[in-house]
């Protein structure tokens, strides 16, 4: 990988990932597949179309025009005064205020009404998008340009559902939970729903052709929509320090953990998931038995996968027997929720794949596993991309699942080991192996009590452990990694002097990552960090260490950037920690996992 070709977009915009994303368009076009995805087109495009109905019933349900006189009403060239400050709020104002005004109800609405109108102005014109682009499935398609137009699908899908799901937190329509409303659920979700239109972005951003023109033109002002969406509510709804996510409500420390064998826990996951979490293997009772020699309910991980009942909320437990499963598509889809995948442990049961951009298709889609289904956990098992330093960009595991832990598991691979890519994740007792940004990815996710491993990477290769892509200072996004240590591998550490590590780079404009009482092995750069593309980003980026150990983490020649900072405030520490970073609506006191919920060790 030659960092010469490092070419991050203007400031303020959306900055490119060709380290990520620099795959070649192939030269023979493939015919989309029958059957499977015909079916799966129509019923995407025919939930496009209720969700549009619905979003337009309930804005008018939610904000009530107030009077039957603006039925009538022409369009003001000036916006009224609620808009006018409502608008100011965000980073895209004339995008919202025209499309405020053009939503029913907005004349007469107040502050607290464009907030509902906002939602579901924005579910509109993202089920829109899904329809007219799940319409242009029959184009020709070669196969990069298929994997990246996939993905957008997909992501679009996802990203309805969390506005839905938005929209049923804050008001009551029907499929919503009406007064179960968190404020920090609703920010994750859209959050989320921004960084989906920005994958689906990245993964045209290396080709070119009349796909990738009318992509782009249905998915026009989309992001900023989103954007602008998310922007209302966080001021609406509470302050940010620094775009570090604060509580609304000081609750006692002790309110927000569970203890179990003396380890304190925060309010994550239920009781009886923390009690799965700490139960040995033996008394585990599985729903599904995986396994290759065939002594279990089915022989492949597929299979079991499959089996899973969708939107269930009772949680399904797959254990898969030690063994090495190389299969092509693994992955827990949305309406997988609730799925526990138990192994022999780490070595032991390895879920293995070796796809990289090299085969024509996006980071995205290389994954050995992936899961977006929320409630997933993963215990003693080892994700694995054999790809190798030289196919570049190759996952070993993607997590876009809300409320996911990963448990006592190795992530194993070379560039883009981890994908992190959204919504909130705990990881605890895991080992990650990888090179050039190999924990990557916009979600919120504390990292505790694991051992990060840099290897030798390819000639004239730095590694960076991290490449946070945060694009907007309102998502509660970013990686923290506490109480964790820093090694090099023994081929690296034989010839360490060859090779630089460093902490992390800035993938996106609003890049957040912090280091917090971990330990730091002498193959860390005495800078750090380092620069994705000259200035980019080193005055927006939020850097942070604080009381870190080791010969690497001495900070006396760390950058100077506006960015970075030494962290030396507890209350600024604190807001990176599981109980405030990841916490939000109690998911987490259930699993078994022991963790900490503050920064004391």
Known sequence: MDYGRLQPSEPGGSSRRPLHEQDHVAS??????KGKRDKKLIFISALALVLIILSLVAGILVVGLKSRAGSGTKIPHKPTQAISRTCSKTLYPT???????????????SEQDLVHISFNMTLQQLSKALYSTSGISYLQMDTRVRSAFDACLELLDDSVDALTRSLGSIVQIPGGNGNAYAREDVVTWLSAALTNQDTCTDGFSDVDGAVKDQVADKLKDISELVSNCLAIFAATNGGDFSGIPIQNRRRLLENDISAENGDKLPRWLSRKDRRLLALPLSDIHADIIVSKSGNGTVKTIAEAIKKVPENSERRTII?????????SVLKVGRKKKNVMLIGDGKGKTVISGSKSVQDKMTTFHTASFAATGSGFIARDMTFENSAGPGKHQAVALRIGADHAVVYRCNIIG????????????????????????????????VLQNCSIYARQ?????????????????????????????????????????????YLGRPWKLYSRVVYMLTYMGDHINPKGWLEWN??????????????????????????????????????????FTVAQFISGSSWLPSTGVAFLAGLST
């Open 457 to 501: 990477p390819m000639a004239n290769q730095k590694n960076t452990i991290t490449a946070q892509n945060r694009k907007d200072p309102f998502q509660n996004t970013g990686i923290s990694i506490h109480a964790c240590r820093l090694y090099a591998t023994p081929d690296l550490e034989a010839s360490k002097g060859s090779f630089e590590t």
């Open 414 to 445: 070379y560039q883009d080991s981890l994908y992190v890519h959204s919504n909130r994740q705990f990881f605890r007792e895991s080992d990650i192996y990888g090179t050039v940004d190999f924990i990557f990815g916009n979600a919120a996710v």
């Open 95 to 109: 995008i919202c205020v025209n499309s405020l005004l053009n939503f029913p109800g907005s004349l007469t609405a």
């Open 28 to 33: 023979a076009p493939s015919v989309p597949s």
């Open 319 to 327: 254990y898969v027997r030690a063994g090495r499963y190389e299969e």
């Open 534 to 575: 000259s200035t980019f980003a080193l005055d927006t980026l939020y850097y942070g260490e604080y009381m870190n150990s080791g010969p690497g983490a001495a900070v006396g020649q760390r950058v100077n950037w506006p960015g970075y900072r030494v962290i030396t405030s507890t209350v600024e520490a604190n807001k």
